[in-house]
Nanobody, 114 residues
Framework: QVQLVESGGGLVQPGGSLRLSCAAS????????MGWYRQAPGKQRELVAY???????TYADSVKGRFTCSRDNAKNMVYLQMNSLKPEDTAVYYC????????WGQGTQVTVSS
């Protein structure tokens, strides 16, 4: 069993920054991919960014140039640095880990509003 715990969400003004963290624990053997999804009210969950163990990172077009996904394999952590936040970035952000199957965190709310 794998557990994921996110932290770092909150309320921020447009143009501001937030950093999300996700800690993985449990039966972790060889994590292929860690990353982030988000779900806004009334919308489907969408991919934000993910990072492979080899270091390749992929971003949704909507966050390219503003968000940075990074990971610390030794600590089983993944991070999402979010800069130049926009109101449309408001969503619940979910950390995920792929190890034969997908595991999900409980989500952390990010609200961008003035």
């Amino acid at each position: 069993q794998v557990q994921l715990v996110e932290s770092g969400g909150g309320l921020v003004q447009p143009g501001g920054s937030l950093r999300l963290s996700c800690a993985a624990s449990g039966s972790i053997f060889s994590i292929a991919t860690m990353g982030w999804y988000r779900q806004a009210p009334g919308k489907q969950r969408e991919l934000v960014a993910y990072s492979t163990r080899g270091g390749t990172t992929t971003y949704a077009d909507s966050v390219k140039g503003r968000f940075t996904c990074s990971r610390d394999n030794a600590k089983n952590m993944v991070y999402l640095q979010m800069n130049s936040l926009k109101p449309e970035d408001t969503a619940v952000y979910y950390c995920y880990l792929y190890q034969g199957t997908n595991y999900w965190g409980q989500g952390t709310q990010v609200t961008v509003s003035s």
